[in-house]
């Protein structure tokens, strides 16, 4: 265990329970409209259709919705260790293998990648990939999260 109760031989697991995300037209325009993206594609079916997509595109950021989702299954598990109300948000990044779009439903793998000790904290990093119906790679998102100790 951890000085935050993190346990820290959860590195390695990997968790595949979360149910497919259904991408929805509604979802991607609330998320640009609570990021500030004003790309027409990310509201207009036709725009998005003369940019040659089948829908409205996802901001890039969308594939933190997805993950942080999928990251709930090793965070609400109580073998985690994770305390929730400790824990603070420490870093996001994100690789896109191409845009996510509405009317998909995407699939997720998270995946423990690192546990490490500083200073009474425990920082959890874990990488959500994100899938298609066919198994194809849509986007990674690594997020590291900060989980302070009891008596911080």
Not at 70 to 98: K, Q
Not at 111 to 125: F, K, M, P
Not at 132 to 143: K, T, Y
């Amino acid at each position: 265990m951890s000085v935050s109760g993190v346990d820290l031989s959860r590195v390695g697991s990997v968790f595949t329970g979360t149910p497919a995300h259904e991408v929805t037209r509604r979802a991607v325009v609330a998320f640009a409209d609570a990021t500030g993206a004003s790309s027409p594609i990310h509201r207009d079916p036709a725009a998005a259709r003369a940019a040659g997509f089948p829908d409205v595109v996802a901001p890039v950021t969308f594939a933190v919705v997805i993950a942080q989702e999928a990251e709930s299954e090793y965070i609400a598990d109580p073998a985690s260790g994770v305390d929730f109300s400790r824990v603070v948000h420490a870093d996001e990044a994100f690789t896109h293998h191409r845009p996510i779009v509405a009317g998909e439903s995407l699939t997720t793998a998270v995946h423990v990648d690192a546990i490490t000790e500083r200073r009474g904290l425990t920082l959890v990093t874990t990488r959500t990939e994100i899938t298609d119906d066919a198994g194809s790679p849509v986007a990674s998102v690594v997020s590291t999260l900060a989980v302070r100790g009891a008596d911080a």
